[in-house]
């Protein structure tokens, strides 16, 4: 299904009773985020805040849940396109066949070829009204949490052009405003922006980009799908709307934008222009990425549609918005995964613990020994897989998305000190846990059903290790401050402890001493250190600190032949050891979460939801455990 701008979806989200307009007026600043969070991860509907300031609605929270989601790339359910793209995929890497056969596939080629956008003379929708003295004081850009460097817009769709190809790109960078008609442009060294931005650079030329908001919610999720460099992310989404995204040229510069786009930002950033400090931004890691130096964006005309909605998102400690965005690309990626690089891929998933480029878990069909290694040693070299710190292999009967279910399996099939393979390799900018920016350790854990010749000699993997015999190292409580051993039980041999650091610089190493004694005696175990200040029987929030606050080449330690500890604490604790600066995690302000509790009401949202920051505060590191965030 075709959406002709944001009222359009809408229209449709009202139909389905997936949206809720709030009238009490709601500032931009720190407000909107607060309200946004707690209904987000309360599992609430999309928000139409319309009284804020401006004459632009803020649409957010519209991509999610599974129901919103499947209703922007006009599915019934997100498998729909993914099963659809796959048998596409099949019919055109098929070989052999009769003629009729053959000819029973034009229609499908048919189809494809309607998925190009094509270019329209006229004037869009989006140029109804057109300003040539833009001032982005108009829209409604959210300041999202306290410690940003500023107000970001954060779902911008920034069209580039590379000088000497003319390959065209749309990619999602976060843009904060500078003032009246300049940003900054935060395309990572890794995105195809910066890559075009480095071509105009060589040239000495001015690059002319355009940022549009809004339109059909499909090309919001197109521009976040990793497509190669070379397919239009517009092609994708005519894929997905089942109709051509037909583009018109923008006002100030050579480039095309959707006709029915609410918002144009036109503009250039000149490569031979002094970078700007950009940030810190409360980013989707759950932690501040911190400020550094990006190109600035300068803009030479505003144009909207008549009535124009601003679309926004936040990010933050998750389960956040994106995850419904990464859960339909896990969908729809799936079919050229197997069929243009790894046949044997069954299924994968990024748990939003793991923040996409975290932990990435992949089924395979496996049918030789050490597939499993193979399909790592694939997969870390793949487009953006390559970013993926913690990759878990797994074959058999296992549902992945079942944690309990997977974890079992994972242990039953991973011997800890044969089936890991450690390296290093490029890291998403937004790691902050590794030594060096953008590069650092790895793991791949291969833990598919193992042939024979897998196994050593005489080796049986063992598993069982029941809670009460875990040794409690600690009881005076002055470095493992709490410890959670229940995963035993359940024939999972994970161990979760707290570990004081603030107090003592040396911890890990004083617990690593506490437990290498008795870990003699356990078969098989996996311990997990986190700060203090986690809840160690909150498992999605042990899991989030871990996969973010470890680089698990230099912070794993065998305490024995089958102990593997891996340290997922703040390095940034280690007595000045870290070379790096250690951002703070993000959360409201107490003033903001009591301005909201005490306008709750007026909002119309339905029964009091407590702020999310009320859980994760405590986790923020204070005076003279502070990290700067400057």
């Given at each position: 299904m075709a959406y002709s701008g944001l009222k359009g979806y809408i229209t449709e989200l009202e139909k389905q009773n997936?949206?809720?307009?709030?009238?009490?007026?709601?500032?931009?600043?720190?407000?909107?985020?607060?309200?946004?969070?707690?209904?987000?991860k309360s599992g609430g509907k999309a928000l139409l805040f319309e009284n804020n300031g401006t004459a632009f609605p803020v649409l957010i929270n519209a991509f999610g849940s599974d129901r919103r989601m499947s209703l922007a790339i006009g599915r019934n359910n997100?498998?729909?396109?993914?099963?659809?793209?796959?048998?596409?995929?099949?019919?055109?890497?098929?070989?052999?066949?009769?003629?009729?056969?053959?000819?029973?596939?034009?229609?499908?080629l048919l189809s494809l070829s309607s998925s190009l956008p094509s270019k329209s003379a006229r004037k869009g929708s989006c140029q109804d009204v057109v300003i040539m003295d833009p001032d982005l004081g108009i829209l409604p850009v959210l300041k999202c949490w306290?410690?940003?460097?500023?107000?970001?817009?954060?779902?911008?769709?920034?069209?580039?052009?590379?000088?000497?190809?003319?390959?065209t790109n749309v990619g999602m960078y976060r843009m904060q405003v500078i003032d009246r008609n300049t940003t900054g442009m935060h395309w990572q060294r890794h995105k195809t922006g910066a890559n075009h931005f480095e071509a105009w650079k060589k040239k000495g030329l001015k690059m002319p980009v355009t940022v549009t908001l809004g339109g059909d919610p499909v090309y919001t999720y197109a521009a976040t799908a990793p497509l190669p460099e070379?397919?239009?992310?517009?092609?994708l989404a005519g894929f997905l709307r089942k109709q051509k995204v037909k583009l018109v040229r923008c006002?100030?510069?050579?480039?095309?934008?959707?006709?029915?786009?609410?918002i144009v930002i036109e503009g250039y950033v000149d490569p031979s222009e002094e970078l700007f400090w950009e940030g810190p931004f409360g980013d989707h890691t759950g932690f501040y990425s911190l400020a550094d130096w990006y190109p600035k964006f300068h803009v030479t005309c505003i144009s909207h549609s008549g009535n124009a909605i601003y679309p926004a998102t936040i990010v933050g400690i998750p389960p956040m918005e994106d995850a419904w965005l990464a859960k339909t690309t896990e969908k729809i990626f799936l079919a050229p995964v197997k069929m243009a690089m790894l046949p044997e891929v069954e299924d994968f998933h990024m748990p939003d613990a793991g923040v996409a480029h975290n932990l990435t878990i992949v089924k395979i069909k496996k049918s030789y020994p050490g597939q499993g290694m193979k399909v790592i040693s694939s997969l870390f070299g793949a487009g953006q897989m390559m970013f993926t710190k913690y990759l878990v292999v797994i074959s058999g009967e296992v549902e992945i998305r079942n944690y309990p279910e997977l974890l079992a399996h994972i242990f039953q099939n991973t011997d800890l000190e044969r089936d890991l393979l450690f390296c290093r390799g490029p890291l998403d900018v937004l790691d902050h846990s590794s030594d060096s920016f953008s590069f650092g350790g790895k793991v791949g854990i291969d833990a598919t059903i193992k042939h024979h010749e897998e196994l050593p000699v005489g080796n049986v993997i063992s598993i069982k290790l029941r809670s009460e015999e875990v040794f409690n190292?600690?009881?005076?409580?002055?470095?493992?401050?709490?410890?959670?051993?229940?995963?035993?039980?359940?024939?999972?041999?994970?161990?979760?402890?707290?570990?004081n650091s603030s107090e003592d610089p040396d911890a890990i190493s004083k617990a690593h001493?506490?437990?290498?004694?008795?870990s003699g005696q356990w078969r098989q175990c996996l311990i997990i250190a986190?700060?203090?200040?986690?809840?160690?029987?909150?498992?999605?929030?042990?899991?989030?600190?871990?996969?973010?606050?470890s680089d698990p080449l230099r912070d794993h330690e065998y305490l024995s032949d089958k102990v593997l500890f891996l340290d997922g604490t703040i390095k940034g604790r280690r007595g000045g050891s870290f070379p790096r600066r250690w951002p703070n995690v993000v959360c409201a302000a107490e003033e903001t979460i009591g301005a909201i509790d005490a306008k709750w009401e007026f909002l119309a949202l339905g029964p009091y939801i407590p702020s999310p920051s009320l859980k994760y505060i405590k986790l923020i590191r204070k005076g003279k455990d502070s990290i700067s965030l400057e």
């Open positions: 997936e949206l809720i307009r709030i009238k009490a007026f709601t500032d931009p600043v720190l407000e909107i985020t607060e309200i946004t969070d707690r209904i987000v997100l498998d729909d396109a993914g099963n659809e793209l796959e048998l596409l995929f099949k019919k055109m890497t098929g070989s052999g066949g009769s003629l009729m056969s053959k000819i029973s596939f034009l229609p499908q306290p410690h940003d460097g500023g107000r970001f817009i954060t779902l911008p769709m920034v069209h580039t052009i590379h000088p000497e190809t003319g390959s070379n397919i239009s992310e517009y092609i006002i100030t510069n050579q480039l095309y934008v959707p006709s029915d786009a609410d190292p600690d009881p005076g409580r002055k470095v493992i401050t709490d410890i959670n051993s229940d995963l035993c039980d359940m024939g999972i041999p994970v161990i979760v402890i707290a570990v001493e506490m437990l290498r004694e008795p986190v700060d203090h200040p986690v809840d160690v029987r909150d498992y999605h929030t042990v899991a989030w600190q871990l996969f973010g606050d």
